[in-house]
């Protein structure tokens, strides 16, 4: 498993990361032999970055993460997301403080590499509204966050590039955070690559142009569309649902069919749309790891496959490009 920088941290991870949400399932749905057998493969693979969150099974993921770790005593990046909203900001951070140790106590860890902000961003928020401003996320949040930077809770701090998407380039382009979890895949590729004005998804407006000038560490997630880029229909049995859509302007019918568009080059290439959607999320080179959701060690050892034959080549990258924003 090759490696790359995370941004200008100084650390280095591997290119295929471990995803422990509900998508995949294994770390909430799964039998804990199961579990421990994947995350040892990984390791094996060369995995070293597992991502989780406090929403994932209502802690679960945290959970049993942080149990099988435990149990195999090995020395990977861990990092895990907490969702919050202005209410919790309101009272001088003691919510935030709570809920991270509460993640930190079901992990049973005292530190964490990576924390992120799970939530959307706007550039105002209203009565109600549960996602952050750009003035909160700038404001208290990344106060609070640096706090445990300093105390060594954390080592690197983020958040989910998701919501209106001005505002998040806002976040990005201040140089504040360390990491970003970007929208990144073949059905839309706009962090990464201009997209004509009729493209019906949200515009992630190359979000990873400003995150590298940053010299943010970005990790891709949605890299196969929450299954969409499977290639086939039926889910796996402990894998979750679709999980809604995170940006506008789609839903998972129609990155289904605009899945189906790329099907020709795939098959052209002899490999699966699922292969086709990983090594083209690895032509990003700014790209520090592809998030892959895993029901099963066999979709662990799949994904570590399509890295292995590398990145696909500049010339079939802008075909895709081209047949998914038509």
Known sequence: MRQRPLGSSGLTVSEIGFGCGNVGGLLIRGERSEQQRAVERAIELGITYFDTAAQYGDGVSEQNLGGVLRELRTDVLVGTKLGLTPGDLADGGKRVRELFQVSLDRLGRESVDLLYYHGRIREDGGPGDRALSVSQVLGPLLDIFREFQHDGRTRLIGFTGLGETPAVLEAVRSGSFDVLHCYFSALNPSAAHSVPAGFAPQNMDRMIDY???????VLAIRILGAGALAGERERHPIAG???GALI???????DLQRAER???????LGISLAELGIRFALG?????TALVGISSVDQLEFAARAAAAGPLPPEVIDRVVRLATA
Do not use: F, W
């Open 248 to 254: 506008s302007g789609t839903d998972y019918e129609s």
């Open 241 to 243: 649902g679709t999980g």
């Open 262 to 268: 790329l099907r020709p080059i795939a098959d052209e």
């Open 284 to 288: 990003e080179t700014r790209l520090a």
């Open 211 to 217: 995150a590298a000038s940053a010299g943010m560490g």
